[in-house]
Structures are given as C-alpha cells and as structure tokens.
C-alpha cells in the first residue's frame, strides 16, 4: 500500500487534507474521508458533511489566497479506489508561476479530465504546493 501521509497538509477529525500528486492544476487536492468504511459521498453522515463543507470554504479561501485561483471543481469518483474521497480541482482563466513554474488550465470552462495535460510531479514543487496550503490553513 502506498503512504500518502508525506502529502498531508492538515488533518481534521473526520477528513484529511492532502496535496495532490497531480499538479496540472495549481493547488489540486484530495478531502479524504477517515471513516475506513465509507465507499461513496451518500455514505456520510451529517457530522462529516459538515465538516467536509468546512474545509471546502477554508481551502478555497486559501487557494485564492496562495494561487489566485478562480473556480473550484469537485469530483467523487472512486472508479480507480473505492473510498470516500473529493478531488479538489482549483481552476484558472490564466497562467500562474508558482516556485519557478508556469501551470496553466488548458481547459477552463470545460471537464477538466477530457485530454488533461501531463501533470508536473515534479517532488519538490509538490512539497511546495502543500508547505503554502498548510501556512495559510495553520
């Protein structure tokens, strides 16, 4: 099994906030449910809907704050790992640079997953990524 705990930005009690190794776009996330049981969105009870949507209104604060991001996508899919999970996908009408890097959305205004770009996974900008998430929700 793989640890993903080096992707951590902050833990809450219910869900954990973890940077993404996907990096296509700036400040990609993953809400990730403790609860080892729950397989889908409909299995959540109240106090995790809750908090989920705490950390949602936190996180986009943040985003806008560290990335000047625009729009925010979300996706529970769970096709590649059955377990309550959100994708947090921020979006951009422009370019960013971030620690030395251009990240640009192809696709604003459309689905983000038809033809997504080769996401940069480059380490250190990963750890960077999350190091500026945790700060601003610290």
Not at 31 to 50: F, G, H, Q
Not at 92 to 110: K, M, N, P, T, V
Request: proline content about 3%; overall charge negative; aromatic content about 14%.
């Amino acid at each position: 099994m793989d640890d993903y705990s080096k992707f951590l930005i902050k833990e809450y009690k219910y869900w954990l906030l973890q940077v993404s190794e996907k990096q296509a776009y700036l400040g990609r996330c993953v809400i990730w449910c403790k609860r080892s049981n729950a397989e889908e969105l409909a299995d959540a009870t109240d106090e995790e809907v809750e908090e989920f949507l705490s950390i949602v209104k936190e996180l986009q604060k943040a985003e806008k704050e560290a990335f000047n991001a625009e729009w925010f996508n979300y996706t529970f899919l769970g096709n590649g790992t059955r377990h309550l999970h959100c994708h947090f996908i921020p979006r951009y009408s422009s370019s960013r640079e971030f620690a030395g890097q251009i990240f640009e959305d192809h696709l604003w205004g459309h689905n983000p997953y038809r033809g997504e770009k080769e996401s940069p996974t480059d380490p250190e900008i990963i750890e960077k990524v999350r190091i500026r998430l945790k700060e601003l929700l610290d």
